[in-house]
Each structure stands twice: as structure tokens, then as C-alpha cells.
């Protein structure tokens, strides 16, 4: 699971700029009984091909999440070009692809798939093993994209943080995200701001995309990169 696209800033000196990413995701529903099964076969099949060095795929547990998301688990496959991403995507096939198929449809309730890409990223190269996504319907995208590069000015963060645009594969109007990651489970418990100068950022922030609307949330939990 390593993932939810305008013109990019550099805020921060101190911050990790980068171009923007582009990313494919596949959310699986899958029963508690075929997890390993599930967990065996994309292990199987991403570790048996050959990935390009610009071009990153991640399968991960989704533990935390609200009731409307039926996924269980999501294959993130992440690239730096959208070339390379569709080349990827297209390159997913032949006899090998079309076994690992047949066998992951014995064992998944539901698949869908959703794609976009990132807009303004921080700490690119810190991706930790524990990422949260948030969720919205967004009018202004432009004004919500620096907003948020605003509120990275003041905003200290340990892991990667992105915000960025889904393109294919929303169910209801939800058109932009906000990615974080974190090194351990305590760090993504104790989110949020850490002094009064955050604070108030932070509370500039939701005044600033006080008219978006925040959809969801869920947090995905690192099985294995490839």
C-alpha cells in the first residue's frame, strides 16, 4: 500500500519538495479468513516482477476506517510520471497476471479501483509504514491546495505529507485528499498540533476550507513494499 493532483510551491526550505506523484489504487474487500490467502497471492505475484526504480507498489491492511468503506486492504501502486504509471498498469498482464486473477476472485469480495495524483508533497522520500487519508469534496481547488501549503509553513511533520486531486474512481463527488504517514501507531494517535504557532495555523487552515466538505477518513497499515 504505498498513496488520493495543480501548480506546485516550495514553502519550506526545511521541507522535502518534489515533482508531483501519481498513483493507482486497488481497495480490496476481503474476509477475515482469506486475508492470508490474499496477502500470499499479491505477495507472490508483485514479488515475481519486475517493477521500475521510478515506480513503487505497496499492499497494506486498512484497520481503521468508517463504516461506509467496505475495503479491507489496498494495493497502492505509486510513480513519479504519469507515463510510468500507465506503462506499469498496462504492463500487468499475460498468463502469469491472468492466474493471479482467477485465484485473488476466489478470494476477494469486492474490488475497486481509484487513481489520481498529488499536487504539493512534503518529505517525499520519509513514507512511513502507517499512512492516514483524508477526504473531501472540494469547489475550490486552487485555494484549498494554498491553504494547505500555508499551514506547511508553520506545521511541523516527521513522515511524508501530501495534498492532491483524485481523478478516476470517486463514488460520491469526494475530488481531493490529504495524505500523512507516521512511523508507528502512537505517532498517528497523537496527530495534530504541538504548540500554540500550529495551533493557530491549523485553525487558520479549517477557516480557510471552512466551506469544502470533509467527507472521511481511513488509515492504512504497511504489509509489504515491492
Avoid at 56 to 66: N, R, Y
Amino acid at each position: 500500500m504505498k498513496n488520493l493532483l495543480f501548480t506546485v510551491f516550495l514553502f519550506v526550505s526545511s521541507l522535502v519538495f518534489s515533482q508531483n506523484t501519481y498513483w493507482y489504487d486497488v481497495l480490496l474487500e476481503v474476509k477475515a479468513e482469506n486475508t492470508e490467502n490474499v496477502a500470499s497471492l499479491v505477495d507472490g505475484y508483485y514479488s515475481s516482477i519486475d517493477i521500475p526504480e521510478n515506480v513503487s507498489v505497496a499492499f497494506s491492511s486498512i484497520p481503521l476506517k468508517g463504516s461506509s468503506e467496505k475495503a479491507t486492504h489496498i494495493i497502492s501502486i505509486v510513480a513519479d510520471s504519469s507515463n510510468s504509471l500507465a506503462d506499469f498498469r498496462n504492463s500487468l498482464s499475460g498468463s502469469a497476471w491472468d492466474l493471479y486473477l482467477s485465484k485473488m476472485q476466489k478470494n476477494v469480495e469486492s474490488v475497486r479501483a481509484s487513481a489520481g495524483k498529488g499536487l504539493l508533497s512534503f518529505n517525499l522520500d520519509l513514507e512511513q509504514p502507517i499512512g492516514q487519508a483524508w477526504i473531501f469534496k472540494v469547489k475550490d481547488a486552487n485555494n484549498f491546495v494554498l491553504a494547505f501549503g500555508k499551514l506547511m509553513k508553520t506545521f511541523k511533520v516527521d513522515g511524508l505529507v501530501e495534498v492532491g486531486q483524485i481523478v478516476h474512481g470517486a463514488d460520491n463527488g469526494e475530488n481531493m485528499y490529504i495524505y500523512g504517514t507516521y512511523e508507528n501507531l502512537s505517532q498517528a494517535f497523537d496527530f495534530g498540533p504541538k504548540n500554540d504557532k500550529e495551533a493557530k495555523s491549523f485553525s487558520l487552515f479549517n477557516q480557510e476550507i471552512s466551506k469544502e466538505d470533509y467527507v472521511k477518513t481511513f488509515t492504512r497499515v504497511l504489509v509489504k513494499s515491492f
